[in-house]
Nanobody, 127 residues
Framework: QVQLVESGGGSVQAGGSLTLSCEVSGDTYSTGCMAWFRQAPGKEREGVAVINSGGAYEYYADSVKGRFTISQDNATNTLYLRMNELAPEDTAMYYC????????????????????WGQGTQVTVSS
C-alpha cells in the first residue's frame, strides 16, 4: 500500500508563489511515475506535472510550463510542486498521485494510469 498526503495549499495573490508537498509513505518502492493533478470547480481533473521516481524525467502541461516545477526528495519520500507566477486560473484542488508504472510507459498527464491518490490541497489565487 502507498499513502499520499498533500500539504502547502492556501490563498495567494496573483503573481505570487506557493510550494505544495506530498508525503509518500507505505511501500514507496512500488511507486514509479508520480504526478500532480488539479481540478477546478465545474471542470474536469487535469494533469499538471509529472516526474519519474529515480529518473531524470519531467513533463508539464502547457498551461503551467515555465511557471511550475515538479521535484522529489528521495531521502524524505516527498514530492513537491513549486508554483510561480500564479494566476486566478490556477485556482483548484491539487492532488498528488503515483503510478506503479514508469512514466516512460504511460501517457503521463492522463489520470487513468495512477494507482494511488492523495486527498488534495486547495489553492486559491486572487486577482
Amino acid at each position: 500500500q502507498v499513502q499520499l498526503v498533500e500539504s502547502g495549499g492556501g490563498s495567494v495573490q496573483a503573481g505570487g508563489s506557493l510550494t505544495l508537498s506530498c508525503e509518500v509513505s507505505g511501500d514507496t518502492y512500488s511507486t514509479g511515475c508520480m504526478a500532480w493533478f488539479r481540478q477546478a470547480p465545474g471542470k474536469e481533473r487535469e494533469g499538471v506535472a509529472v516526474i519519474n521516481s529515480g529518473g531524470a524525467y519531467e513533463y508539464y502541461a502547457d498551461s503551467v510550463k515555465g511557471r511550475f516545477t515538479i521535484s522529489q526528495d528521495n531521502a524524505t519520500n516527498t514530492l513537491y510542486l513549486r508554483m510561480n507566477e500564479l494566476a486566478p486560473e490556477d485556482t483548484a484542488m491539487y492532488y498528488c498521485a503515483a503510478a506503479r508504472t514508469s512514466c516512460y510507459l504511460i501517457v503521463p498527464l492522463s489520470s487513468r494510469p495512477y494507482n494511488y491518490w492523495g486527498q488534495g490541497t486547495q489553492v486559491t489565487v486572487s486577482s
